[in-house]
């Protein structure tokens, strides 16, 4: 499994991928039994993810191969795999587990990634809740 950093976003690790190519999925959603509450772990809910993953699209696009990329079919199979998987409480957890699942089985450099919960349970009228994170592999 390849280290994956943790840390914040830095202003130039944000410019080093500015313009890097990237694949983007938006809107991958199941339902999962995430949240603090035990209602939430027993009902479940329906969560949304948006990634981007930055990679290289030079020996993808040279030889045609969807081998030499990240196949977005399968990173979409396994943000369901892991949303309907084992319960966590956070979204923030969740999202890291998502990100690292991710960042080892396909051949990207980094990705962000948001978990929408847009069925939190809030007393108050909202229209998402959502966490983002940045993550990178190290080489």
Known sequence: MPEISVSNESSSTASRYSFADRITLTGVGCVGCHGVLDSEKKTGQPFFVDV????????????DDIAQTANYAEVAETIREVITGQSVDLIETLAEKLASTILSRFA?????????????????????????????KQA
């Open 52 to 63: 981007t993953m930055f990679t290289s699209f030079c020996a993808s696009s040279a030889s």
């Open 108 to 136: 990207i450099d980094a990705l962000e990634l948001t978990v929408h919960k847009p069925n939190a349970p809030i007393e108050v009228t909202f229209s998402d809740v959502s966490v983002t994170i940045f993550r990178e």
